[in-house]
């Protein structure tokens, strides 16, 4: 009988210690960490006849996380960095490391990132929910930045977003947009050469120069 409840103790004890074990690493993992776990989850998964490009992000990374509930308002305040991406896109993957490269190089702390793969397929499929409506509001911002479209249903026509995208946001305006790697790169599986990294590196450094040389309510996040 003892042994009985000894062992639904321990039981509980196990449950409780596996439930606060999820909860760190929901709750308790630093948006860096987050990231770099998120991104390298993919490194050798298969893509097509090859697998996604490997990537060894620093767990000092610098990822700020935005989410559908304040991506809009961060588009019109303060002055930042957004990357647009999702890490089971290649070409992100090719950008990702450049753009971190930039930023540590040019002392910016803070790149913030927002996946919008889930509100883009809720628009595509016409669900009426919160994410179509914030992918509706994404768009209207940034509009004249994007050239895609869908092609096929009742969406033919509207807006596509696509990914990479990094938004330069200076002084709540969107100061400049650079969508995806480089036009010369064309291989979704095959990575940037020294010189396409190169020439990536230079247009994500000319927009955090920018963003340095901003005033000193730069980094306001109001």
Sequence with gaps: ?????I???LGLVLVVLLGLLVIFFVFGMSDASKFKREYEAYNGVSLGEGTYLKLDISKDNGIKYLNDDNIVEELSHGSK?????FPDCNWCRMAVPVLLDAAFLNGINDIYYYNFKNVR???????????????EEIVKILDKYISVTFDDGKNKGKKRMTAPMVVLINKGKISSVHLGTISSHKDYEKD????ERDELFSIYEDMMVEL????????DFE
């Design 1 to 5: 009988m003892l042994n009985g409840k």
């Design 7 to 9: 062992k639904i103790v």
């Design 81 to 85: 960095i957004i990357y647009f991406g």
């Design 121 to 135: 397929n809720d628009y595509y499929l016409g669900k009426d929910n919160n994410g179509s409506r914030v992918y």
């Design 192 to 195: 940037l050469t020294k010189d």
């Design 212 to 219: 340095l040389l901003c005033n000193d309510k730069c980094n």
